[in-house]
């Protein structure tokens, strides 16, 4: 009997209800927290889950994964509502997981649906029973849990933030609904006049619950009865349902402004409005506004934040900015809404239109300068007013008035901060017209200071004797103070996509990785593990790493990689490829130290792969990767190629691959060593072994050297040389790919061994001992070796080499049906 009720009440469930996905493989969207091989997918598939907050806007999926978790997990699943539960349903439910946890010696999973609306005292009380892992938390809010959750819980707590579902993330929601039989509309046979459904996608906003209500709204009232659950359905089953544009606009009616002027979107939509108005977009300014407007925004607050950036961001570049809009907002309190509408509209556009100048940070550059130094104020300007008698206060100054142009040359800053720069005028409007004149004076007044040049003394009308130097100044950029880049940038990264993810920093996986990062480089001597490390530094730049980007290394078996890949990317997954068991073996021992869903995924390459590169085994390695539900963002290459053929094998892989191994917006990133542009013999001899005195006796031969080896080396019959960093980026750029590169030489410390110096230069076994004698003579190379030989016993070489590094970008095949 019960489940004829409960059928009836799954009838009678709204469609968003209905279709709640029940696994996994039925979620939609949020690839960046719940895709392939994400740390949350591989938490949820092995029920080791720990404390998360779920933060997103309405409809993005929120409380939907926390039912695909209850389904999925073995422990105790209870679910609160903050808004209708109180202290006394929190202690019912704590005193449930315990008694769990006596009786079975399993956790409880709580569900806080709207989390941020308990007190801190109702937040408090969970925190004794998260940190004995009695409760494992799962909160869910629509605000910035990092400002409205208790902070205590946000560090026990692993945070994801959903993002508003995608309009092909909300075409498949539709044309699930459309096509399930047991939950949605599968029975019928839903048609769409052109731009209908297309309408309803637009309009939810990211929304799948609004999407999902305009859906059945549209579906269920455009037959005239609607009884699908009687033995003879009406509309029958079967039959055609059609959706007409009229209709859709009718079951969603109009877009509603996401906009809550006590949450993040206030913040996010006044920031794109300023950043507009900066960006002198009218276009976009207009439209920001307007959300605003719309939305019930205080136009005194607008007119606020617009007053700020005309100081900020126009200053004297247009002087009458801050009038216009000071005049605008006076005019905007005697008229009124909505009439006032056309003042915020004019000010902004005068705003958004005019040039540009943000030289007014001047003073935060100097208010940094103070806080860093407490600097004396110069003898010639303090008060002589006071004490000129007695401590000299004054003696010195010049008075400006009594000068030509009612301006000398003199120190004003302290002398600390002598040459300190805190003001450049831009080329943008007024200060277009002064800039040559506060350059020229700066200059001048410098000049004055560091070499002691005293002026002329005041006459009328007769210059100080100053000559301007001349004018290479107006040529500098506008600086950034340094003020800002302390607050705003990464100086040592570039710039980050938006972080979708935190995880609390666990003290216990940091020292597991150290160990392990220390490892490789404790077989190296110090130099050479500096320049791997540099190495290093620069993929993991290029790579542009999130916290839940998804990597593989291949050839992982030094470990340069892989440990702080995984350091970076704590909420995605790090997988390596090893070349040989050791290697797997060293690398499988450091990572027993760390948790489960912390470890990388590594695999031993099968031996029998002969071209490793070529796309069967390129495709083969990725399936199986796949098949154990994990696919890339980034997968890392060091030094793969050895000949121009290798470049174009991996080139031509990449292409072809299957598209369900290419991850939207994979990145292949590569550095290559090449040997064309190596350590030349001749130069490091006459650069680090001859002198000055000794030169002269060997120029002959090493003249006759640099030809041979520049011939040798760029000889194009010889695999090993025909190809350089031009032709790595053109071999994948003709496949399609968008490609950036960059060349380094880098320079590693290294011994010369009197056994490498005789392979060099054995003319018989060794193709350059060959080149060179033929070149040079062996009377002569015998010379050179013996110099070299002399040398190596203690000699510590700058030896160069030259890397390239490219990121390689591959497009996944993302094409949706958008209808049906």
Not at 161 to 189: C, I, S
Not at 670 to 696: A, C, D, F, H, M
Request: hydrophobic residues 35%; glycine residues 6%.
């Amino acid at each position: 009997m019960s489940d004829l009720f409960d059928a009836s009440k799954t009838q009678k469930e709204p469609l968003a209800a209905r279709l709640r996905p029940r696994n996994l493989d039925e979620y939609i969207g949020q690839d960046h927290i719940v895709g392939k091989g994400r740390l949350l997918r591989r938490a949820i598939a092995a029920d080791q889950l720990t404390s998360v907050i779920f933060y997103g806007p309405p409809g993005c999926g929120k409380t939907t994964l926390a039912r695909v978790i209850a389904n999925h997990t073995k422990s105790n699943f209870i679910t609160l509502n903050a808004v209708l539960t109180g202290v006394a349903e929190i202690r019912s439910a704590i005193k449930q997981a315990d008694d769990y946890f006596k009786l079975y010696g399993k956790r409880t999973i709580l569900f806080v649906d709207e989390v941020h609306r308990w007190n801190k005292a109702q937040q408090d009380a969970l925190l004794p029973w998260v940190e004995n892992g009695t409760i494992i938390l799962i909160g869910a809010t629509t605000e910035n849990p990092f400002f409205e959750v208790n902070k205590a819980l946000v560090s026990r707590s692993r945070v994801f933030q959903l993002k508003p579902l995608t309009k092909e993330d909300l075409f498949k929601a539709a044309n699930f609904a459309l096509n399930e039989v047991e939950r949605g509309y599968g029975h019928w046979n839903v048609e769409f006049e052109k731009g209908a459904l297309e309408h309803l996608v637009d309009t939810a906003n990211g929304d799948a619950r609004s999407l999902l209500n305009a859906l059945e709204l549209a579906v269920e009232t455009t037959p005239e009865k609607w009884d699908p659950y009687n033995a003879n359905p009406v509309p029958a089953w079967g039959s055609t349902i059609f959706i007409s544009k009229e209709t859709a606009e009718e079951s969603i009616q109009k877009k509603v402004v996401l906009y809550d002027r006590d949450g993040d979107y206030h913040y996010d939509i006044i920031s794109a409005f300023i950043k507009s108005l900066r960006g002198r977009d009218p276009d976009a300014a207009m439209y920001w506004l307007a959300r605003m407007v719309r939305a019930g925004e205080d136009p005194h607050f607008i007119f606020r934040r617009m007053l700020i950036s005309a100081c900020e961001d126009t200053g004297l570049a247009d002087p009458n900015a801050v009038c216009i809009v000071e005049n605008c907002a006076q005019a905007f309190d005697r008229v009124g809404l909505p009439e006032g509408r056309y003042f915020l509209a004019h000010a902004a556009l005068y705003l958004s239109t005019c040039p540009k100048s943000n030289s007014s940070m001047a003073f935060f550059d100097a208010l940094s300068s103070v806080e860093k130094e407490d600097a004396e104020v110069p003898n010639h300007l303090r008060d002589s007013s006071r004490d000129a008698e007695g401590f000299g206060h004054g003696n010195g100054y010049l008075y400006p008035h009594a000068y030509r142009d009612h301006w000398v040359a003199q120190q004003y800053l302290p002398s600390e901060l002598v040459g300190r720069v805190f003001y450049t005028p831009t080329s943008q409007g007024y200060e277009a017209k002064i800039k040559e004149d506060v350059l020229s004076r700066r200059e001048i007044q410098i000049s004055a200071i560091l070499e002691g040049i005293e002026p002329e003394k005041p006459e009328s009308d007769v210059s100080c004797g100053m000559h301007p130097l001349p004018h290479f100044a107006t040529d500098f950029d506008n600086p950034i103070g340094e003020w800002w880049i302390n607050k705003n940038f990464d100086k040592n990264s570039t710039t980050k996509p938006e972080n979708l993810t935190f995880t609390p920093k666990n003290e216990r996986r940091e020292t597991a990785l150290d160990r392990a990062d220390k490892s490789w480089k404790s077989r190296l001597d110090s130099n050479r593990a500096e320049i791997l490390t540099t190495i290093r530094n620069a993929m993991i730049q290029l790579a542009d790493l999130s916290r839940h980007t998804r990597s593989l290394v291949w050839n992982a078996d030094d470990g340069l990689l892989i440990w702080e890949v995984s350091r970076k990317t704590p909420e995605g997954v790090t997988a390596g490829l090893c070349s040989n068991l050791r290697g797997l073996e060293i690398l499988e021992q450091y990572g027993r130290t760390l948790d489960d869903l912390d470890r990388p995924v590594l695999k031993l390459r099968p031996e029998s792969l002969e071209n490793y590169l070529s796309m069967q085994v390129f495709a083969k390695i990725l399936e199986e990767y796949n098949e154990n539900g994990m696919i890339f963002d980034r997968i890392f290459f060091r030094d793969p190629f050895n000949c121009q053929d290798s470049v174009d094998v991996l080139a031509s892989a990449l292409k072809n691959l299957p598209k369900n191994l290419v991850a939207d917006g994979q990145q292949i990133v590569i550095s290559q060593r090449i040997p064309s542009k190596g350590q030349k013999i001749w130069e490091l001899i006459y650069n680090q072994v001859l002198t000055e005195s000794t030169r002269n006796a060997y120029e002959v031969i090493l003249k006759k050297m640099e030809n041979a080896e520049k011939e040798f080396f760029g000889n194009e019959e010889n695999p090993l040389f025909d190809w350089n960093e031009n032709s790595v980026k053109t071999a994948f750029e003709e496949q399609g790919f968008c490609v950036k590169s960059a060349t380094k030489v880098i320079t590693e410390k290294r011994r010369i061994t009197e056994t490498e110096i005789n392979r060099w230069f054995d003319a018989e076994n060794s193709s350059y001992g060959s080149a060179m004698a033929r070149e040079i003579g062996t009377e002569d190379l015998a010379k050179i070796k013996n110099l070299l030989t002399a040398a190596c016993q203690n000699t510590l070489f700058n030896w160069n080499t030259t890397i390239e590094f490219l990121t390689v970008k591959i497009q996944a095949d993302t094409t949706q049906k958008k209808g049906l």
